[in-house]
T-cell receptor, first 115, second 112 residues
Framework: KQEVTQIPAALSVPEGENLVLNCSFT??????LQWFRQDPGKGLTSLLL?????REQTSGRLNASLDKSSGRSTLYIAASQPGDSATYLC??????????????FGKGTKLSVIP | DTGVSQDPRHKITKRGQNVTFRCDPI?????LYWYRQTLGQGPEFLTY????????KSRLLSDRFSAERPKGSFSTLEIQRTEQGDSAMYLC??????????FGPGTRLTVT
């Protein structure tokens, strides 16, 4: 069974700092690794999707990497802004025993960017 | 198309009542998922549809839960005889084949 862990659970940084969020997973047979952002009381916004054949994806100030062999993914945020404050979730996409594709989520990292 | 929509956004109900939630996926997305998220946790998979066929249900989905997706369009999730433990955010997501899953705003259920 896939298990996803995110460290740290919470992070507070001053505005302008670069930061890295970590995600680890137990089953290397993942198909995709997806990073999401969640604002309080809201749904999830997809940030980046890394397919298993890829090693990284970039979107603006965000860069996500994937290392299947070590079971790790990182989300790098450059030049953080107060508007980046949210909970960041990673999810591993894999096939269940019944043969359907589903995402397994970590508990998230709550990021606070201090002006 | 403005993305995945869910209705209602909030629902407060008394224990023992039945509730039904609706999800409208992004047009032409053939896959639809339901997840449940409790406070401080990541979303947990509940069930999955490919077109109109429900292909998998999590063990989290007790007999009190039922989901449908008639004609492969919108989906409904019904909870019968609600319990306080059912209080959570219910999230719907859709995708085109195995690409990114796009989530709706969720329905927050409170059972009193």
């Amino acid at each position: 069974k896939q298990e996803v862990t995110q460290i740290p659970a919470a992070l507070s940084v001053p505005e302008g700092e670069n930061l890295v969020l970590n995600c680890s997973f137990t089953d290397s047979a993942i198909y995709n690794l997806q990073w999401f952002r969640q604002d309080p009381g809201k749904g999830l916004t997809s940030l980046l999707l890394i397919q298993s054949s890829q090693r990284e994806q970039t979107s603006g100030r965000l860069n996500a990497s994937l290392d299947k062999s070590s079971g790790r993914s990182t989300l790098y945020i450059a030049a953080s802004q107060p508007g980046d404050s949210a909970t960041y979730l990673c999810a591993g996409g894999s096939y269940s025993g019944a043969g359907s594709y589903q995402l397994t989520f970590g508990k998230g990292t709550k990021l606070s960017v201090i002006p | 198309d403005t993305g995945v929509s869910q209705d209602p956004r909030h629902k407060i109900t008394k224990r023992g009542q039945n509730v039904t939630f609706r999800c409208d996926p992004i047009s032409e997305h053939n896959r639809l998922y339901w997840y449940r998220q409790t406070l401080g946790q990541g979303p947990e998979f509940l069930t999955y549809f490919q077109n109109e066929a429900q292909l998998e249900k999590s063990r989290l989905l007790s007999d009190r839960f039922s989901a449908e997706r008639p004609k492969g369009s919108f989906s409904t999730l019904e909870i019968q005889r609600t319990e306080q433990g059912d209080s959570a955010m219910y999230l719907c997501a859709s995708s085109l084949d195995l690409y990114e899953q796009y989530f709706g705003p969720g329905t927050r259920l409170t059972v009193t």
